[in-house]
């Protein structure tokens, strides 16, 4: 359960503020990954990093700035978001992206309003 | 296109019922299915992962099948208790030179004492 944590958990913020999503890992994995989860629709991948190196950006707006300093670390940075930009925001990693039966293991998410 | 369905939506079952999910796919070429369990508010748990090659993976009281064949799935949920309520997701998982995973958009089980 605390392999994977987030911060902030929950998350209020205006149009034009800027606000970074925090994820670190304790397992010890290379890859990490930014899921999007809104209401009645599927997660959404956003990005993925393999070894620091972001090997997966899934069309998602440059608002949204994934930044990966090491294997256990992976940021969100927010700035001029939209309103339809609210949703769970979830971080997850595994031992690495190129295992096909790798298990990911999720944090528990950020709740993200935008007003 | 890669698609992947879950039935039903929601279910509402009493405590102690078995029950079953269902998820057809259209993935292909596929390599994996995986079902998660999402409590509120928490992210997704690993329950089952099966390849091409395995039919059934049991992990206690949940058992999921997979025919490769016809391109579905099911949880088998035995015996259950208050703690199942949550939301259960299928993932596939194809092996396209691009890595993806394919989500369900889930079906909320609710169970009632």
């Known amino acids: 359960e605390t392999g994977v944590t987030q911060t902030p958990r929950h998350l209020v913020m205006g149009m034009t503020n800027k606000k970074s999503l925090k994820c670190e890992q304790h397992l010890g994995h290379n890859a990490m990954y930014w899921y999007k989860q809104s209401a009645k629709k599927p997660l959404e991948l956003m990005f993925v990093y393999n070894f620091k190196e972001q090997t997966e950006n899934n069309s998602v707006p440059s608002r949204f700035s994934p930044e990966c300093p090491n294997s256990s670390h992976l940021f969100l940075h927010l700035h001029t978001l939209q309103p339809e930009d609210s949703a769970l925001y979830l971080c997850?990693?595994?031992?690495?992206?190129?295992?096909?039966?790798?298990?990911?293991?999720f944090g528990p998410g950020t709740r993200l309003t935008v007003l | 296109k890669n698609q992947v369905e879950q039935s039903p939506q929601s279910l509402i079952i009493l405590e102690g019922k078995n029950c079953t999910l269902q998820c057809n796919y259209t993935v292909s070429p596929f390599s994996n299915l995986r079902w998660y369990k999402q409590d509120t508010g928490r992210g997704p748990v690993s329950l089952t992962i099966m390849t091409f090659s395995e039919n059934t993976k049991s992990n206690g009281r949940y058992t999921a099948t997979l025919d490769a064949d016809t391109k579905q799935s099911s949880l088998h949920i035995t015996a259950s208790q208050l703690s199942d309520s949550a939301s259960y997701i299928c993932?596939?998982?194809?092996?396209?030179?691009?890595?993806?995973?394919?989500f369900g958009t889930g079906t909320r089980l609710k169970v009632l004492a």
């Open positions: 993932v596939v998982s194809g092996t396209s030179g691009t890595y993806k995973y394919i």
């Open positions: 997850a990693s595994s031992q690495d992206w190129r295992g096909r039966t790798d298990t990911q293991y």
